[in-house]
């Protein structure tokens, strides 16, 4: 079994387009990346705090990889139907009720990633008058992942709108 079928989720694939499906392998490998990357910065920096010579920018490197692994990771989640989505809610009901409340939770994730784009973007900007110590990069980095999340999660949803269309759900044999 190649890695792809193990990564990208096969759950409720009538929802998703298969162009995108190695772009989600993409995401998650870099989510795999980001996360390892994180757990041996943090090993690292206990050590050298341990045997008196900390380095200091592994606090910065340390950061960054948890706030890019969480962004990166809300929008992959949400492909995946694993994260911001009311799953009980709309799972108890069935026919018009739930394809409702599915495009209302759904446009509630839309409305949340154009928060996460816009505002996103003024901080990234704003960013660029505050600085890391002790590298004295621009906060900006930080910040750059968040309009490309907020992308990320509304490109993801729209794609779950689209294709969970139920006369397109029909057509498939789907449902």
């Known amino acids: 079994m190649p890695i792809a079928d193990k990564l990208v989720l096969q759950r409720q694939h009538h929802l998703k387009w298969r162009a995108f499906d190695r772009f989600e392998l993409g995401l998650m490998m870099l989510c795999g990346l980001l996360c390892f990357g994180f757990s041996l910065s943090v090993a690292a920096d206990i050590v050298t705090r341990t045997i008196g010579h900390p380095w200091l920018w592994l606090q910065e490197v340390t950061s960054t990889l948890f706030i890019y692994a969480i962004f990166i990771g809300a929008a992959v989640a949400t492909r995946r139907n694993d994260h911001l989505y009311l799953t009980a809610i709309s799972e108890a009901m069935h026919g018009v009720p739930r394809l409702i409340v599915e495009i209302v939770i759904r446009m509630v994730v839309l409305a949340v990633a154009a928060c996460l784009i816009w505002f996103g973007y003024l901080n990234y900007l704003r960013g660029f008058g505050s ?45």
Do not use: H, K
Request: a positive charge.
């Open 131 to 175: 600085f890391r110590l002790p590298s004295g990069t621009p906060i900006a980095s930080l910040y750059a992942v968040i309009p490309l999340s907020g992308t990320l999660i509304a490109l993801f949803t729209i794609e779950q709108l689209v294709n969970g269309n139920p006369q397109r759900v029909r057509s498939s044999g789907t449902a």
